[in-house]
């Protein structure tokens, strides 16, 4: 088969190489799939720089979820059979950035019908994140005013998405104007372009002085800061990563003078503590789905295995130049 692998840590653009493999092999509990679309996440591109906190061997394919088709199941798997197709993560060090993959059986789920390949593809990781971000970590009620940061990126247009069907009011926080109109397109009730306004000074006038209830950050550095500047009374700042590149040293004096919460959220490790809850998690995406309530909007279809396509799109999602979710397919 061919696969896209890395062979040294760098850049995306540099390291990736589209080579031919032998096809993986499903073992006991395992799933084979043929992939048929996979997303670029930001975990592909620190993967490939090795800054990720998982750290597969050398060589590794990329690609932290898929939309597949079921072709071998190995012994004992009883959630998936032949000719299923299904979401999920791989096994790495062999990703999704490859013609065939291997998942473990537990974290294979049907795809939902209401979505095609590049869609469900999606919807995994991001929407997983996004939703126990604000299901568990800050219960989301409706009426609540929810800020987005990066709320044109993977993770952060899945919240807006979910943050809109459970009622609360959105507001997202991007930058440019073509990733403004992406967010105003998922749903977002105010959208902030950072490189031209303050977000702060936008977030208190939009809501009365009264600021966010929930704020929703992959990005850290001064996303975060601002956030602590306007967040409401009894607000909830969930930590989902840090994309900007900075990891703040919060004040805690700030948040208890000002009587907010600061919690994190580790999607992985739901994995290893709670997997019920995963299943649940998938079950209410797929239900959001086919009510119409959600579809991750697609940026670009790209080639699998075509050109450079694949090197090519996970460079410019490390640029931070891609504009809605960039899948590869089939």
Not at 135 to 163: F, Y
Not at 297 to 321: H, P
Request: glycine share 14%; hydrophobic share 45%.
């Amino acid at each position: 088969m061919k696969a896209w692998r890395v062979h040294e840590l760098g850049e995306p653009r540099d390291v990736l190489t589209l080579e031919d493999v032998a096809d993986p092999t499903a073992g006991e509990g395992q799933v084979l799939v043929r992939t048929l679309a996979a997303p670029a996440n930001f975990p592909d591109v620190l993967l490939c720089r090795g800054e990720y906190q998982i750290k597969p061997p050398l060589p590794f394919t990329p690609g932290v979820e898929l939309c597949g088709e079921v072709v071998a199941v190995g012994a004992g798997v009883t959630r998936a059979a032949v000719g299923d197709r299904v979401v999920g993560t791989p096994v790495l060090p062999g990703g999704a950035f490859a013609e065939y993959a291997i998942l473990d059986q537990a974290n294979v789920f049907p795809a939902p019908q209401a979505l095609d390949d590049a869609e469900a593809a999606a919807l995994t990781i991001g929407y997983q994140t996004a939703w126990f971000a604000l299901h568990r970590r800050t219960q989301i009620v409706a009426g609540d005013i929810l800020l987005v940061h990066a709320a044109a990126g993977g993770v952060g247009s899945a919240a807006v998405q979910l943050g809109k069907a459970a009622g609360a009011t959105v507001i997202g926080v991007v930058g440019g104007a073509e990733k403004a109109a992406y967010a105003k397109e998922l749903g977002a009730d105010l959208v902030v372009d950072r490189r031209s306004e303050d977000f702060v000074d936008a977030v208190k006038e939009f809501t009365g002085g009264r600021g966010a209830d929930i704020v929703f950050d992959p990005v850290g550095g001064d996303a975060y800061t601002g956030s602590t500047k306007c967040i409401a009374f009894e607000g909830r700042i969930v930590v989902i990563g840090f994309a900007g590149g900075t990891i703040p040293q919060p004040a805690l004096n700030h948040a208890l003078i000002k009587n907010y919460s600061i919690v994190g959220l580790h999607w992985g490790l739901y994995q290893a503590k709670n997997r019920a809850v995963i299943d649940d998690c998938h079950a209410e995406l797929t239900r959001l789905a086919d009510e119409g309530l959600l579809r991750p909007l697609i940026g670009e279809r790209l080639s699998l295995t075509g050109g450079t396509d694949v090197a090519d799109g996970v460079g410019r999602l490390g640029d931070g130049s891609t504009v809605g979710r960039l899948v590869f397919m089939r």
